[in-house]
């Protein structure tokens, strides 16, 4: 199994960035897709999840900035971030967790991609 994460770079602050993770190697939709992101000296952190029906959720922070999705034909799961900001400089990685598994077990990690957010 891969989880391919992609999309990260250097952005001013107010711009946006489209994260990418494809996936490899599983049954795409028994999975919920998630992101995370690690900022500098700081604990990796929940951002987004999505089920293969649609649902999402999101941490509050990030409610009404980023938006995820999913392409169940291209087992690809997107993150879109808009209104950036510095403090959204973070190491982003994609997750898979088989949707009959309780929260938190997560099966796979992507490597993540690097998102940096100048001021």
């Known amino acids: 199994v891969q989880l391919q994460a992609s999309g990260g770079g250097l952005v001013q602050a107010g711009g946006s960035l489209r994260l990418s993770c494809a996936a490899s190697?599983?049954?795409?939709?028994?999975?919920?897709m998630d992101w995370f992101r690690e900022a500098p000296g700081k604990e990796r952190a929940f951002v987004a999840a999505i089920y293969s029906d649609g649902s999402k959720f999101y941490a509050d922070s990030m409610k009404g900035r980023f938006t995820i999705s999913r392409d169940n034909a291209k087992n690809t799961v997107y993150l879109q971030m808009n209104n950036l900001k510095p403090e959204d400089t973070a190491v982003y990685y994609c997750?898979?967790?088989?949707?009959?598994?309780?929260?938190?077990?997560?099966?796979?990690w992507g490597k993540g991609t690097q998102v940096t957010v100048s001021s």
């Open positions: 190697g599983l049954t795409f939709s028994r999975y919920s």
């Open positions: 997750a898979a967790r088989r949707l009959d598994r309780t929260a938190g077990n997560y099966d796979y």
